[in-house]
């Protein structure tokens, strides 16, 4: 069994650099260790958190319990004709699996590329990025059930993924801890370029077959494009979600403001950006005290070194009491707070 730690710093797990104390932290690198850990009757009524990358929450707090880190590694695949099945540990690096299908040549997580934070994080939230989401790429995650100590599989339907959204966020909230993912991958060259940014990204490099080494690459160039580094500044990717509204309401949006920015979904909904009407409310990389917005990204609040977790927190609030009044739109925060 691990070590249980005690007074832990969590400076160095989340990817906002910010300072928080768990009271015990522990990793465990096998769905053993957690059986032995979560069976202990010591820890039953100890309130828990479950970290992988740290690269989706903010600290406000100390945490008085028990954090937990999925280190589980491994990473193997089977292929059945074209399919690739591509298991790996909740504990893997995302975007180290993201490259180790890119070299094999393997297609799917391609646009997924540099995306911070753990393969076990990545059903949960059902992490998307230019035009692909997991539920496309998803075939099946194994989850200890914190309540029973088994393993229980969920396969694509179980999971109930919507935008940025899964039953781990809902129904299972807290209950289970996924430990194995498996992805459904092609040998195929499927290349998704419904992202506009990714074709005149090809344009220019005058690629007109990419391979999905080259979406892989332009990915990852328009990130580092607009978005910071985590390793130099501190930030959690999108700090709130793109608002989800009614036809009608965009219309009527659009009429007072013309230039808003929208995609539609289905029928009856629009997305609209969130990071336009950030920008608009006029807080595109203004640095509030050691907090601010990304320069190029509006809907990235970045630490400038030394914020706290309240400090960032405070700062969305104001974020979001201004769009709310100039837009009558409610942000909701994507990043987790603790
Ligand atoms: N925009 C602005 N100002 C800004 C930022 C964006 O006007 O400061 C407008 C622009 O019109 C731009 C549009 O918003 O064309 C969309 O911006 P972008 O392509 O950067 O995407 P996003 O909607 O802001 C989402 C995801 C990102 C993901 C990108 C690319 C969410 C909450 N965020 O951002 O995911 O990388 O699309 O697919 O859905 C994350 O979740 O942490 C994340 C980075």
Redesign the pocket.
Known sequence: MPSILENFSLKNLNTFGVEAIARWYVEINSEHDLQVLLTDAKWFDTERLVIGGGS?MLFTRDFNGLVIRVNIKGIEYVVKGTEVYLKAGGGEVWNDLVNYAVDHNFAGMENLSL?PGSVGASPIQN?????VEIKDIFYECRAFEIETGTIKIFNLNDCVFS??DSIFKTQFKGKFIITQVTYKLSTLQNINTS?G?INEELLKRQISTPSVKDISQVVSHI?IS??PDPSTIGN???F???PIIEHERFLILKSEFPDI?GFKIDETRFKL????L??QCGW?GMVFGNTG?WK?????IVNHGQATGLEIFNFSHKIIESVKSKFGIILDR?VNII
């Open positions: 989706n995306i992490i998307g990025a230019y035009g935008y940025r992202y940014a990130r607009k978005l959690a990717g999108s709130f979600k793109n920015v950006a969130a990071g336009w950030i920008e595109k917005t190029n990204q509006a809907l990235v994507e």
